[in-house]
């Protein structure tokens, strides 16, 4: 098989990350997959070696920094030149004010959506900047754009995203690398089984009266950014369903 450029994906265990790593895996990217759930990725790993791609699945919590330097920070040959980064691995738990919410949920967030993606950074940023290329693609929301009731952590660490991408975009500017946002609303994807501790009534209900989002809508946002010409950074797309017109703004029938 010959070698196309290479992609980290993270979060490919599920919804957003998943579709990502196919659609990449189909524009000819070579796949490095994380997540948590070992066994999905080895199943998606599978999936896209049928597609005539080269894929390395590697289990690891993005919270956890050492794992992280570890997994991405020594990478074997021929996976060490990495090209793209998609730090997808988020989530939010619970949708309770500040004063009923729990302080656990509040650190799971923040670990997760924040220090995971500055994680994932830190250890692919080394190599791009010697090799003077490579392109973060960090998955935000319009939860960092706006924020909604209930939404205060999940929001705030979104917004940290934002923060976060803009700056980097300054600093990278002299390595030649691209640090690009995808801002989605609403998606069905187990993202709300997860804010809801499981509950899939409740889940299932967030996605009733409307057309949501796929996954796939988001990945191929994402492919767009990836594969825009190298002179060309997509800074960050914003997209929505139909029905949605901002995050207080949901067209139910
Ligand atoms: P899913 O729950 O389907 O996917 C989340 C992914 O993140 C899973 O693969 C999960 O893998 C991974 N993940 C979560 N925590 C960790 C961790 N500590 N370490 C490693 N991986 C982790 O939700 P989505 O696909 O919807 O979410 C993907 C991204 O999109 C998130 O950043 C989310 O905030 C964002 N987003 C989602 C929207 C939506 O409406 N669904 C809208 C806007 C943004 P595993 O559990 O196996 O570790
Ligand atoms: C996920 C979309 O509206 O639940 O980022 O915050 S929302």
Known sequence: MKRG??????????????????????????????????????????????????????????????AVKENLGNLPEPWANIDLLVNNAGLSQGLNPVHDASMSDFNTMMDTNVK????????????MQARQSGHIINVSSIAGKEVYPNGNVYCASKHAVEAISKSMRMELLPFGIKVSTVSPGLVETEFSLVRFY????????????????????????????????????????LILPKAQASSMHVLKR
């Open 5 to 66: 450029k290479i992609a980290i994906v993270t979060g490919a265990t599920s919804g957003i990350g998943e579709a990502a790593a196919l659609k990449l895996a189909a524009a000819g990217y070579e796949l490095i997959l994380t997540g948590r759930r070992a066994e999905r990725l080895e199943a998606l790993a599978d999936r896209i070696r049928a597609q005539h791609r080269h894929c390395l699945a590697l289990p690891f919590d993005v919270r956890d920094e050492a």
């Open 116 to 127: 995971g993606l500055l994680h994932c950074c830190q250890a692919v940023l080394p190599g």
């Open 198 to 237: 499981g509950d899939e009534a409740r889940a299932s209900q967030v996605y009733q009266g409307y057309q949501p989002l796929s996954a796939d809508d988001v990945a191929d946002a994402i492919q767009y950014i990836a594969t825009a010409p190298e002179h060309v950074n997509i800074a960050d797309i």
